[in-house]
């Protein structure tokens, strides 16, 4: 990762911001600063021309955190019905999809970091919320 390109010299008040080849990092501290890419020098889109000092894991790691109230919930409320796989498939999708609403507005990275590390820790939640539903006894074996 590079420095930041700044056009001024400490990069205060508005500012154009160039990059060059490869991936760039802004300093942009004014929502009036211009970030700009020459042709076949990288690309503004999302994930690309973004560049983030924390690992990929890091992703997985909040998005499990953030599952964890969601997941004790719909675990408590399971065990008031008879347990199938369908209905706590169900809630385990439910759960995880809070931790993908807030990773996905929080991180700018590309559709491959999502695929891995957003929707493959929503996945380990589903099956995580079957295989304790399965685990635990309810308390009514109504349907």
């Known amino acids: 990762m590079r420095a ?10 508005v ?7 490869g991936y760039d990092f802004y300093l942009v501290d004014n929502s009036q600063d211009q970030v ?5 020098e990288g690309s503004l889109g999302r994930g690309e021309g973004v560049s983030s000092a924390m690992p990929g894991f890091a992703c997985s790691t909040s998005h499990l955190a953030v599952d964890l109230v ?21 809630a ?17 990275r590309g559709w491959s970091h999502v695929l891995i590390h957003h929707i493959g820790a929503a996945v380990a939640v589903a099956i995580a919320c079957v295989l304790l539903a399965r685990v635990r006894a309810p308390r009514s074996y109504a349907p």
């Open 92 to 108: 385990g999708v439910a759960a995880a999809a809070t931790g993908a609403m807030a990773g996905e507005l929080s991180c700018g």
């Open 36 to 40: 700009s890419e020459r042709a076949g």
């Open 70 to 90: 969601p997941l004790a919930l719909v675990l408590y409320f399971l065990r008031k019905f008879s347990v199938t796989t369908g209905r706590a498939l169900l």
């Open 4 to 13: 930041p390109r700044c056009a001024g010299r400490h990069c205060g008040g």
């Open 15 to 21: 500012d154009q911001l160039a990059g060059g080849a």
